[in-house]
């Protein structure tokens, strides 16, 4: 008898579940990732994409400020690298000088702020500038956020134990602190835009933040999420990473527009502005069909007055 393998176009006695990844697999790769060491690849990575960015906000006059002012343009990125940390030392009544106590990070921080600004013929800004590696760049930085989410959904836990929305604050601003502090940042270089305020145009990276964060404190402290922490954890790094890479190369910038206008619609007063609009326009259009002639006869009024004024002019 020949044997199945031996027969042409038999299927494979492969079993399906043994393409599929396996479970236990799949989970040890999730503990991975949740044990990943950011230091220091990974703090590299949001140095750069930091500095990048604060490079591109100044634009043109990157160049001439940078040379013209060194130390506010050192200062600017130093605080925007390390905002998340200084802006939650200062919620927490933590020492804010405590976040510069690594001098390794200072250091990776201060290298790759003069590798951007400062390499001749500008060729640090244009490898970090060039899109394959900003993508693997951008790919760590998001790693690298949801980390400090957790961290700071962690230690403020730790301080307040019972409260919930101080885990929320401290990991959303952990996660995004470069936003919150942008306006500050633009002033030290000299630039004043209040209305650039997070909580005046939050961005997309703190609202994901701001849903992780609440995802964080709902395994940590409840039982509504019964998966493992590492898959928890796992999924939110492939959520910041996908939408990230997302808006880079397909242009998805904030997937939770659609969901904010029916929330604004149905609960912050919009259906009630559209009827309240629908209804006062509805009477104006009664009105006017209801005295047709009104307009006409007001029109013909200020024809007459203005051809009155004009004869007393020529007199």
Known sequence: MCSVKGIVGAPDPTPFSLTMMDPEAFLDLANQVTKLKMYPYFDIAHCAITCLAIKDDL????HLF??????AC??????????GGLMASLL???PILGVFKNSNQLVIATLVWYVVFYTPFDIGYKITKFLPVKLVLAAMKEIYR???VYDGVTH?????????????????????GAGFLKVFERLLRGVWTPTASELLQPSFPTKACLV?????VLDKKTELISAPHALVYFGIVIFFVYFKLSSMLLGIHDPFVPFENVFCTLFLGGIWDLMGRAFSGGKGAEA???NPGGQQKSDAHAAKNGKADSLKKKE
């Open 66 to 71: 940078s040379r013209k002012h060194p130390l």
């Open 92 to 94: 927490l009544g933590e």
């Open 74 to 83: 050192w200062i600017s990125s130093m605080v925007a690298i390390f905002a």
């Open 212 to 216: 992780a964060s609440v995802i964080f």
């Open 146 to 148: 949801c980390k400090k």
């Open 156 to 176: 403020s836990a730790k301080i307040f134990p019972a409260g919930h929305l101080p885990m929320i604050v401290i990991g959303t601003i952990k996660g995004n």
């Open 59 to 62: 634009a043109a006059g990157a």
């Open 288 to 290: 006017a069909a209801n």
